[in-house]
């Protein structure tokens, strides 16, 4: 009899331990798996973050002779209470004439954020130029390619004006 009482207070023993075991094993794995929808959630915001100042380096066939380029720089600032709508302004060293030219644009892009971001843009020049219209994309959030047409000369005529393709690296900040 008492082997019986033994076995039986054995076998309790063992499914009490089984299941308090289980019970504590479920509940770190719960803390566990909140931990990772939490970071999950934290990582998902981070990438979904849109960054509103940009700086940019980039290189341009304007002003440049021989197929050569022009290096320049650019600062983007979100026009008040909009993500879509930027100040731009931007600086171009032109090597072969010694001068820097530069321009100060409004920038809208309809797809902030986007990996592949188009964007349309105009503004006032400051030198020798008088205005630039461009189109652009940027690509991903650190790359960008653009397409101006500027106008170079006082008496605004189309001839006066050309094509020209700009593209850089830019910071987000």
Excluded at 49 to 65: M, R
Excluded at 97 to 108: I, W
Excluded at 144 to 158: P, Q
Aim: hydrophobic share 40%; net charge negative; with cysteine.
């Amino acid at each position: 009899m008492r082997g019986k009482i033994s076995i039986v207070l054995g076998v309790l023993l063992v499914f009490t331990l089984c299941f308090t075991l289980t019970s504590f094993a479920e509940e770190v794995l719960e803390k566990e798996r909140l931990e990772l929808i939490k970071a999950s959630r934290e990582l998902t915001e981070k990438q979904n973050q849109i960054y509103y100042n940009k700086v940019g380096l980039f290189a341009t066939n304007f002003g440049a002779e021989d197929g050569g380029v022009n290096l320049g720089g650019r600062v983007e600032i979100p026009f008040p209470e909009s993500q879509k709508v930027k100040f731009v302004t931007e600086g171009i060293y032109l090597n072969d004439q010694k001068e820097f030219s530069g321009f100060l644009s409004l920038k809208v892009a309809p797809l902030p954020g986007s990996m592949v971001a188009p964007y349309l843009g105009g503004g006032v020049g400051v030198g020798q130029v008088n205005y630039q219209v461009f189109a652009g994309v940027d690509i991903w959030e650190s790359f960008f390619a653009e397409a101006k047409y500027i106008n170079e000369d006082d008496d605004f005529e189309d001839e006066d004006s050309d094509l020209y393709l700009a593209t850089g690296i830019q910071l987000n900040f």
